[in-house]
């Protein structure tokens, strides 16, 4: 599947161009393009990760949260440990 691409033009300082042209030349990346591409994609990434969890991090200070997940680990505690005394038992 062909991916739909956007022609666009840049401006960034000389020592990110010169940077990103050495890491080409030295088989980094297969082009400029190719260059800029893998590095908005990382960028993307990691604020989506920072995204998450910032999320998980506001669950920790959620009492409605908490109190439901307390409730699951009681609730799965038996199977947790059925499973616990099967992995250890021989074979």
Not at 13 to 20: D, I
Not at 23 to 51: I, T
Request: aromatic letters at 4%; proline letters at 3%; hydrophobic letters at 45%.
């Amino acid at each position: 599947m062909k991916v739909k691409t956007i022609r666009t033009t840049l401006t960034i300082p000389k020592e990110l161009l010169e940077a990103t042209d050495k890491a080409v030349l030295e088989g980094k990346a297969k082009s400029r393009n190719d260059f800029v591409v893998q590095a908005l994609k990382r960028e993307l990434a990691a604020q989506k990760r920072a995204e998450i969890d910032a999320a998980l991090a506001e669950m920790t200070r959620d009492p409605d949260y908490q109190a439901e997940v307390l409730k699951i680990e009681a609730e799965f505690a038996t199977a947790q440990w059925e499973a616990l005394q099967l992995g250890e038992s021989p074979r």
